[in-house]
């Protein structure tokens, strides 16, 4: 059974950072370029940075040196580091295949407010 399991969410002021971190299980994990996606309320989901099966990273423009995505295939986990978050990244957020759909996870929440 796939699994996706999403943690380290939480409430910080504007400027300080988060590190994201989804643990997958039941999937030959260094197999999938991954992804992590935001759904703030009232806005669908959104890309915003992914990893391909080798390494390679793309970012959406608006966290673009502001997060940092990678892999521990060892792990089974991709992490998101988030710098210099601002209120408009808060949001739930996911991990999921970059090109192939998993089953959702349940997100964690990401909350940037003085």
């Known amino acids: 059974q796939v699994q996706l399991v999403e943690s380290g969410g939480g409430l910080v002021q504007p400027g300080e950072s988060l590190r994201l971190s989804c643990a997958a299980s039941g999937i030959i994990f260094r197999l999938y370029a991954m992804g992590w996606y935001r759904q703030a309320p009232g806005k669908q989901r959104e890309l915003v940075a992914s990893v391909s099966r080798g390494g390679t990273t793309d970012y959406a423009d608006s966290v673009k040196g502001r997060f940092t995505i990678s892999r521990d295939n060892a792990k089974n986990t991709v992490y998101l580091q988030m710098n210099s978050l601002k209120p408009e990244d808060t949001a739930v957020y996911y991990c999921?295949?970059?090109?192939?759909?998993?089953?959702w996870g349940r997100g964690t929440q990401v909350t940037i407010s003085s």
């Open positions: 999921n295949g970059a090109q192939t759909p998993l089953p």
